[in-house]
């Protein structure tokens, strides 16, 4: 096992990442003006999130000798990065009709019933970093 001090800045490192991929995600989401319902709603898994990386943050900060960062947690912060950025980039991608972050109709119609699974995936993935970020927490005081 590395020494503390550089597993701690490896973890502050994967946690700022998951931190930057989620407000990416948010700030696309805020700036599509008539977006579909399917895709604000995407907004409620990030608000639950984001107090969660917050209180993460804050709790190696303080370095509370409870926090078990394992590869899980790692994984999850992993990953919750790659798929905030992964799908930031796809809505930019599914708005190439729209103009000025007005969602264009065509876009609307695509986003709104074609792209129904790749919003719930990304949901369930939110979900489950919450999850496991939160039990950590908890586990930690």
Known sequence: MGDPLSVTASVVGIVAAAVQGVQLLSNTIERIRNAPEAVRNIQDEIQQLKPILTQLESAIDEGRSGLIL??????????CHRVCTKFSESLNHWMRHSIDHQMSMIDSAKIGILRQDQIRTLKEQLNGCTKILNVTLNTAN
């Open 70 to 79: 394992d590869s899980e947690i790692k994984i999850a912060l992993e990953n």
